[in-house]
Structure formats: C-alpha cells, structure tokens
C-alpha cells in the first residue's frame, strides 16, 4: 500500500525559474484535492521576498537539505538532475507520491494506491492524442513528474542505482524517463503503466487547456502537466485574477481556488499622478480616463487659470508646489512624495496624456508582486507609437533630468520588469504649448551627466529646432563620438539631423556624407533613404534619387520607436521613385509608383495632379 504522502521539491541554480503563481498553485491543489496525511517540501535555498513561496507554508513541511551535485562520480549539473535523484531517494525513505510542481490535480490518486508502484506513459511512438494504451511497443518513454511508490520499492531502488550509467551528455533526462521505461519492458511488473492521458491529458504542443475544448477529454486524467518551461508565456499570465476574470477550460477547472478574500486583500492601488501649470482644457479628459484609479494626484507649479478648480471639481487630489529654479525631474519627485504610501503602482502622466480604455485590467493582468516596472505602448501623436516605461513602483524610484527627465532606481532596487504589447497611454499635445525652457535645461543636463548619451542627443536636436546650426553640428558630432552612443535607430536619427543641418549651411556635399553615415548606421530603416532620396531629388539627380526611394520601399517591417518619422511609411517613397522614375524615362515605374502614391494620399492635389502628368505625358515626348 502506498502511504498518502506527498513530497515536492524545488532547488535553485543554473537554469533555474522563480517559483511562482502556477508552483503555489500545484502545492494548494495537491493539498485540498489528495489531503495527504503528510506534505514534505524540499529545497536548497529559500526564495527571498516571494509571495508565492510565503503562500505554501500552512500547505507543506519545508525541509531545508543539500541536493546532491553527482551520483555515482557522475556531476549532476543542473537542479531538475538533482531533483531526479531526491525524489527517488526520498520515495524510497517514505513511500508516498512525488508530484512536479507544474502538475495539477484534477482528482485524488486513492485508486492508484493499491499498487507497488505506478508511473504514467510520457508519449505514444506515432503521438496520436487519444490512443488510450499501455502497449509497451506503442510507447516512447515514461514521465517521472508523477511517481507513486511504497516505501523500501525495489525498483525505485534499483532505478536509481543504475542512474550513473543511464546519465548521457547528449540526451536529456534519459536517465529520468528511459531508463525507467527500459526497466519496465524488461519487466513489467516493476511498477503499474497508466495510459498517457492518465498524468498527460494535453501534449506541449496541445494548447486546449487554454481553449474552450471538451472537458470530458479529461475524464480518465488524474491531473494536467503544465509544460511550465515550454508554456512559460502562457503560464506567467497565471494568476489569480486570470483564475477570475479569464473564461476558458483551464479556469473552468481551477477556477475555484482563485483566493477572493486575499485577492480584495492584495488588490493593486494604483496612483495616477502628474504635475499642471495653466493646463485647464486637458483637465477633465485626464481625471475621466484616470477614474478607475484608486488615488489621481496633480502638483500644480502655478497654475493662474483654472487648471486648480477644475481639477478638484473633477475628484483630483490638487497640490500647490513651488520649484525655483524650474526642473521638471524635481517637480515631478515633489509630486512622487506625495503619493500615498500604501500605493503599489504608480502612473507618471503630464494632463495632455490620457490612459486607454482597459488600462486598469492589463495592468492587473501583467503585474506580479515582484514585478518594479511596465513598458507599453504610448501613441506620441502624428502616427508615431512606442514602448513606454512611466509605470513604476510606489517604492525605489526617482525622477532624473531637468528636462526629458525619467524614472530610474534606486541603487538598492532591483528592477523587474512586466511587458505589454497593449497601448496604454496617448498623447493628445497643445500645439500652442511653448518649448522655450528645453534647450537651457538641456544644456543643464548635458552639464550635469555629460556621459549619458540621452542628454546629449536630446540637446543636440533641440539646437536644430532654433536653427543654431553650428551648435547643432558641433553636438551632433560630440553624440556620435560618444562611446555610450550605441542605439543604431537613435545614431541614424542623429546623422539625419547632421545631414539636414549641412543642408540648412548650403552645404550639399557634408550633407550627403551625414545621410550615406545614417543609413549605415539603420539600413533597415526607411527615413535615410527617404532623406538621401530627397537630397537627391533637389539635385536633379534622378538614379541616385529612384535608387534611394526604392531602397526605402523595400524596408517592410516598422520600427516602433521615437525615431520614427510616419510621413516614409506614407506617400513619400513612392513620390520620389514616381518623378525619378518619369525624369529617367521609366514610364511604367513612374505610374506604378505615382499611382501609390495617390492612392495612399488621396486628398493631396499634389499627388493627385503628378500621377495625370505622368499618364498624359511620358517623359521621353515630353523632351
């Protein structure tokens, strides 16, 4: 008879996981569904600030040990080795039922109980889903992440034994799920095979769980494998508002253990907070789109007209604060203060942006206690899009920068980071809105981080915007020369900026050399070519022109980053190739790409009034 007991483990080292939302679910399930007389847990080192792990303890006894790291003279190298050692040895102490800690329980293993020992079928040798057998010449291996033994069992004991020998460099886990398989056929007394669908009911490539499938296919299951290595993106959206919230077969089944109670206890409170001056217009659209939050604060640093009002009749939590000499990092810091502490997110807005609609729930969604900050998605206007790192923790962050200024960590904070690919945040600018303080306080942040590349190329651009065209050139040069200056899209963008300031000079031939320097350095991207196209284009020189264009059509995937300039992924490309084309004497190309051209912007005359000229007049009667 087997004893009721149950042992799991998890040891930490190479290619180790954190143990997380899914482990202390297959440790509570196991718990409420087998209600084992005993529940051992082992481990090496006990995972530091972990909610999940904390969530185990009135569930298991941890016991603390030293996995071993060989056997037999052979190096056991890796945690899941050592772990194929411990759960035998262990098996062969106590008796009982080892489980992986991505297995879950649909039903009690008491019937299975009676036996000396039971290991389930890993796969069938022609992978047919459905094919119900225990034939051993239809079978590839076993699985060892679900193993049901009597204590002192003799083939437990001689499995492991002959691990030593079964261990092979090139083939993974042999000795975990062949070797035993081997065993078997050489006798199969040694332990009672259960058909793959037993402890395997879905395969990894077999996602139905998180589906809407037929939950009668698990009828003859006693638990699901979870693949949590090979699902890893699906498995880290686990948790317990996907247990509440998502509607498929997987939260049909575990559903119920989602904690409610603890889950209203450990609610995420979110703060929307921002800093105003004189930004009445954008008040009541920011408050509407922030209303889901669970506190929205504004610092206002002097607002004169009713950006104050309006936002305190709006429910905004409205500060006065007064920074001298203006620093946007340090007004920002100011309102960060005087976010409530009991805040676990906060959200750093300006009042001319707004959340999306959903916000609140992919944020809940992605959002893992240990997680410190969120990229997503922020439309900046004028059709450019990309990620976004203003989402942070209320603990460890600080503002940086008088001006283009961003939340960094404390020295002590260790980041984690959550992804998604959702956009969250919008941008929905004045374009009254003066840029006069930037270039000082760019100049100021130069002065103070002259390392960082960001400043200096935020500083070097904003010279172009005034037309100070030798200070631009002279900054340009100093960012590309930086050796922190490594982001290729950033360094195209700064010899494009290179090369339209040499233009501005009348300087065609540096201009060009700086255009040639920016697709060098972002090939893949359409805006040198796009530039190089134009430079050409108003030096009559067509093949170079028609070259450039359809180097910049040829470019089909968009980067979605701040460098970014929608008008190439537009009309322009094929324009340029369209008139190069014409003035080469390329009739065909020449209405092939005008005619894009037009059809892309329809109600650009412009356009509209080339592709007639190219159909009425083909270049060579023209001459």
């Known amino acids: 008879m087997i004893p009721n007991i149950i042992h799991m483990m998890w040891f930490t080292g190479p290619k180790s996981r954190d143990f ?13 569904v087998q209600k084992p007389d005993q529940y051992y847990f082992y481990y090496n080192i006990e995972p530091a600030n972990n909610p999940h792990w904390e969530a185990i303890k009135p569930y298991v006894t941890l016991v ?10 052979i190096s056991l190298d890796y945690p899941q080795y050592q772990s194929d050692v411990v759960r035998l040895e262990k098996l062969l102490e106590h008796g009982g039922i080892y489980l992986d800690t991505d297995i879950l329980l649909l039903k009690p293993l008491t019937p299975l109980m009676d036996n000396s020992c039971v290991m389930g079928a890993d796969r069938y040798t022609d992978d047919r889903v459905g094919l119900h057998t225990t034939d051993p010449d239809q079978i590839a291996s076993v699985a060892n992440g679900v193993i049901l033994a009597e204590r002192s069992n003799e083939f437990i004991r001689q499995w ?15 000795h975990a799920v ?15 095979l259960q058909e793959v669908e037993a402890f395997i009911p879905f395969g990894f490539m077999d996602k139905l769980i998180f589906g809407n499938g037929d939950k009668s296919r698990l009828d003859g299951s006693y638990c699901l494998h979870m693949w949590e290595t090979i699902w890893a993106d699906d498995v880290q959206k686990i948790n317990d ?23 209203q206890d450990k609610r995420l409170k979110i703060c929307v907070y921002a800093i105003s001056k004189n930004e009445e217009a954008f008040v009541e659209r920011f408050a509407a789109s922030a209303k889901e939050a669970d506190h929205v604060l504004i610092a206002d640093t002097g607002s004169t007209d009713g950006t104050i009002a309006a936002a305190k009749a709006a429910g905004v939590d409205v500060h006065s604060i007064c920074i001298n000499p203006w620093r946007f990092d340090m007004a920002r810091n100011v309102a960060l203060a005087l976010v409530p502490p009991d805040m676990d997110v906060c959200i750093s807005l300006d009042l001319d942006e707004i959340l999306e609609p959903g916000w609140r729930e992919e944020i809940e969604r992605v959002w893992t206690p240990e997680t410190t900050r969120l990229r997503y998605y922020f439309d900046w206007g004028s059709g450019i899009k990309f990620k976004y790192e203003k989402i942070h923790h209320r603990k460890g962050y600080m503002w940086h920068h008088p001006c283009h200024e961003y939340p960094i960590p404390d020295p002590r904070t260790k980041e984690v980071w959550a992804d998604t690919d959702m956009l969250l945040v919008s941008h929905h600018p004045d374009p009254l809105k003066s840029r006069g303080q930037y270039l000082d306080l760019l100049a100021v942040s130069v002065k103070e981080d002259p390392r960082c590349p960001r400043n200096a190329f935020y500083y070097a651009r904003e010279l172009t915007f005034y037309g100070k065209l ?63 196209a134009l430079l050409k284009f108003r030096q009559n020189q067509w093949p170079d022109c028609y070259a450039a264009a359809m180097r910049a059509i040829g470019v089909v995937n968009r980067d979605l980053v701040y460098t970014c300039d929608p008008t190439v992924w537009g009309a322009k490309p094929h324009d340029l190739a369209a008139i190069a084309a014409w003035h080469m004497g390329m009739q065909d190309e020449a209405i092939k790409h005008a005619t894009i051209a037009a059809n892309l912007e329809p109600e650009n005359e412009r356009l509209q009034a080339n592709l007639r000229l190219i159909l009425e007049t083909p270049k060579e009667k023209a001459e």
Not at 20 to 32: C, Q, R, T
């Open 20 to 32: 997380g939302f899914l482990n202390y679910l297959a440790v509570k399930i196991a718990a409420e």
């Open 64 to 73: 603390q040990i030293n996995p071993p790291t060989e056997i037999g003279g």
């Open 160 to 174: 492991l034994e002959a691990i030593p020998a079964a261990i092979k460099p090139d083939v993974w886990a042999n």
């Open 178 to 192: 062949v070797l035993p398989f081997e065993m078997y056929r050489k006798d199969p007394s040694v332990f009672a």
């Open 241 to 263: 508002h996907y247990l509440r919230t998502e509607h498929n077969l997987f939260t049909e089944l575990f559903g119920k253990y989602a904690g409610e109670q603890a889950m």
């Open 470 to 532: 030798n200070e631009a050139i002279d900054a340009l040069n100093h960012y590309l020369t930086m050796p922190e200056a490594t982001w290729m899209n950033e360094r195209c963008y700064a010899y494009r900026l290179l090369g339209q300031t040499y233009e501005n000079k009348g300087d065609q031939w540096s201009a060009e050399a700086a255009y040639h320097k920016a697709c060098a350095e972002a090939p893949n991207t359409r805006e040198p070519w796009c530039d190089l």
